[in-house]
């Protein structure tokens, strides 16, 4: 495969990769894809480094997306959910057989190592934890892909994501794009985020519930009725 032809490169040093693609569109890997990706990295000696800034902390229904294949980077990269909204942080997390390779004097932060910051991430853990947001996001996201994929529109093309964070595929529509729908969706009470043009991506906060994605569906096959 190409990604082994890379890594066997002697300056190879890691992979960086998001588990799930999200800004792209949300594009998910096959099944299988980042167990062998991590193989191949450790049968190379190339670090596995796992972008999780939008996929990790129950995204995608798991703590990590990379937990659905049961893999474990070598460095992991935090950022957004991380803080639960409240506090702006991110966050590398490595083994101390990386991340003593950086000797003191070698790297320097100017907020790094902030207590307030270090706080605000473990209360957020704790919610998310405590109160199974994981295993709602699971739930509620498949309510969403397959109510989607059930309705029945012309405009459509496919229906993508994992747990919470989905993304639908629209054919273009007397040249309007999904810009253009996302501008109808939000006079209709929804806010989606478009993407290349025939890409709508959809990431309701964790805390969800049935009754509300329910409703949102609704508005969101109101506004595609409207659309064409």
Known sequence: MALEREL?????AGFLVEPIQAE???YVPGDGYLKKAAEL?????????????????????????CDHEGV???????????????????????????????????????????????KVSIAAMNVLIDEKLAENATRIGKIFRDEMKAFKTPLI??????????AIQIKTFEGKKAWDLCLLMKENGIL???????TIRFT???????????EAIGLI????TEFI
């Open 204 to 214: 309701p906060p964790l805390i969800i519930t049935e009754a509300q994605m329910r």
């Open 192 to 198: 989606a985020k478009p993407t290349h043009e025939h």
């Open 41 to 65: 990295c450790k049968k190379y000696n190339v670090l596995f480094v796992a972008d999780e800034v939008q996929t990790g902390l129950c995204r995608t229904g798991k703590m990590l997306a």
């Open 72 to 118: 474990r980077p070598d460095i992991l990269v935090l950022g957004k959910a991380i803080s639960g909204g409240m506090f702006p942080v991110s966050c590398v997390l490595a083994d101390d057989e990386i991340m003593l390779t950086i000797k003191p004097g070698e790297h320097g932060s100017t907020y790094g190592g902030n207590p307030i910051a270090a």
């Open 157 to 166: 093309e496919e229906v993508r994501g994992k747990g919470l964070l989905n």
């Open 8 to 12: 066997q490169h002697s300056n190879t």
């Open 24 to 26: 792209a569109g949300v």
């Open 221 to 224: 096959q109101k506004s595609m």
